[in-house]
């Protein structure tokens, strides 16, 4: 064990019906730190023997002291949560800094998000009301929300604390069991949080965790027919898998498969205060953010004075271990690091390259760093300006009008989020109403926060919308009850 800190956990195993146990089989997987390249722990391989077990713990559950509890109990327990969460920020901070190779600053972000959304997901358990329905004579009729009984919840690599709180949170905050398969590539922080539950009084059963491979666990998971939703974050092709095991069962998903956002900014924008976020929203986590502003359309006007300020702040970014203060730490792992280099490799030679940033000279030679790379004049419909590379590249597309401005952002196959720069009020509501995604920013921009805001796809981003209220909605079904008293 090299995680160079006290745990209050075990890394190597799985939490089933509130026991700590190895993976049926015995398997495990190495935990590599990204920013050294060296294996620091191991986690368990787990089996679709260990994804029926957890199935069954969330039943007892249901059937337990857990699906007896009134929604203001669950909403406390999700509070003391957040306390829990708060007071070992720092100690996830340096797991998921560690596992995923993302600085330290920004870690931290990552586990006070994570503490905001089992606040709010705690106070807003015994805030989610049914209707009464005007109807017949002598008849009464009222809705009920009811949770859908076993949830799967399916994370990704890149944020794990935050999509685990959006996810587990809300579908906790309704009542649900949740069995949870974090990535093979970060599971650490899962666990983590996983265990504290246990401090905050939730229930065994309620969540369970079993790490594991995509191909098997995931698998499994999603193909499991007493599970009742499916919630997913990830690529579009685990995505497709995912919605037709699903269907195969008839059970519902939640899809959160990323995107290519653009920026969008006007001759008539405060451009001093959009650059900084201009880029920020790109290279935050290497790239490697469902909502990254990959694409940054600049009207003609500005253009030049665009290029030249955004190359400047390229050519500052630094890339080193994610301990050591830097604009970015590497990728995730070589997997991706391989995939993102090819996507390089290929602007290079059809595109311009505008500005470069650099690797610290005395970064590890085995960790996964790409240094950022910003390429300019590109065309819309280039393989860069059109596909998610989930990783620190930039493209800049120049356009002429508002009219060019929107058909190039909405020409993609995603819609997660777009922003707008433009001091034209009626121009700001036109852009929010015709933009195709989930969520528009008008001169801000910032999906990762924002836990009250709903958030989701369209297109191949997916479909459903997590965070906010919206999500309790997505995580429960509605029951028509229709009352004949005379
Ligand atoms: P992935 O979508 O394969 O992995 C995400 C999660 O799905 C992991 O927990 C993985 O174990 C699980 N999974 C993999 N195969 C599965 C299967 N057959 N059934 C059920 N679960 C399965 O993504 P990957 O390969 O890690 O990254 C590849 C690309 O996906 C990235 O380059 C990026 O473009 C995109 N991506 C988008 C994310 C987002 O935030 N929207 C997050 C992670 C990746
Ligand atoms: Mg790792």
């Known amino acids: 064990m090299k995680l160079n800190t006290k745990l209050w956990f075990d890394p190597s195993r799985l939490l089933v019906g509130g026991t700590w146990r190895d993976a049926e089989g015995g398997g495990s997987i190495p935990v590599e730190n990204p920013s050294t390249g060296e294996a620091v722990a191991s986690i368990a391989a787990g089996t679709p023997g260990d994804v029926e077990a957890a199935v069954r713990a969330a039943e007892a559950a249901l059937d337990g002291e857990w699906g007896a509890m009134t929604a203001t109990e669950r909403g406390r327990i999700l509070i003391r949560w957040a306390r829990l969460v708060e007071e070992r920020a720092e100690t996830l901070a340096h797991l998921e800094s560690t596992d995923v190779g993302k600085p330290i600053t920004q870690a931290r972000n990552d586990a006070t998000a994570l503490a905001r959304y089992f606040e709010f997901y705690g106070g807003a358990a015994d805030k989610v009301m049914g209707e009464t329905i005007p109807y017949q004579a002598g008849t009464t009729v009222l809705t009920l929300r ?37 990535a093979e590539d970060a599971s650490l922080s899962a666990l983590a949080v996983a265990a504290l539950a246990e401090e905050a009084g939730l229930p065994a059963g309620a969540l369970n965790v079993v790490t594991g491979y995509g191909d098997e666990v995931g698998a499994a998971l999603s ?16 995505g497709r898998r995912i919605q037709s095991a699903a269907a195969e069962n008839v059970v519902p998903v939640t899809l959160e498969l990323g995107g290519k956002s653009p920026h969008i900014v006007f001759d008539d924008c405060d451009l001093e ?59 995730v792992s070589g997997r991706q690091k391989a995939i993102v280099t090819r996507y390089i490799a290929q602007g290079r030679d059809e595109l311009t390259v505008a500005a470069e940033g650099r690797i610290d000279d005395d970064a590890p030679a085995k960790g996964h760093y790409v240094a950022p790379v910003l390429f300019a004049d590109v065309p819309a419909d280039h393989a860069l300006a059109q596909e998610e590379i989930f990783g620190p590249v930039q493209v800049m597309i120049p356009f002429e009008d508002e009219a060019e401005a929107i058909r190039i952002a909405n020409g993609t196959d995603y819609g997660l989020v777009a922003g707008v720069w433009t001091e034209n009020g009626a121009r700001q509501m036109r852009l929010a ?54």
């Open 146 to 182: 009811e949770p859908h009984g076993v949830t799967a919840h399916i994370i990704p690599w890149n944020y794990p604390m935050q999509i685990l709180g959006r996810s587990i949170g809300a579908a906790l905050a309704m009542g649900n069991a949740c069995v949870l398969k974090p």
């Open 223 to 238: 193909a499991h027919p007493r599970v009742h939703h499916v919630s997913f974050t990830g690529s579009v092709g685990t």
């Open 273 to 331: 205060a959009a650059l900084p976020t201009l880029v920020g929203a790109c290279i935050q986590a290497a790239g490697q953010t469902c909502s990254a502003a990959s694409r940054v359309l600049v009207q003609r006007g500005i253009y030049a004075e665009v290029k030249a300020k955004m190359a400047a702040a390229y050519g500052r970014l630094v890339a080193g271990p994610a301990s050591g203060g830097f604009d970015l730490g590497p990728l």
């Open 433 to 486: 109403r015709r933009l195709h995604c989930g969520q528009v920013f008008v001169n801000n921009y910032g999906a990762g926060g924002g836990v009250e805001l709903p958030f989701g796809g369209v297109g191949k981003s997916g479909h459903g919308r997590e965070k906010g209220f919206e999500a309790l909605y997505g995580f429960s079904r509605l029951k028509t009850v229709s009352i004949r008293h005379g």
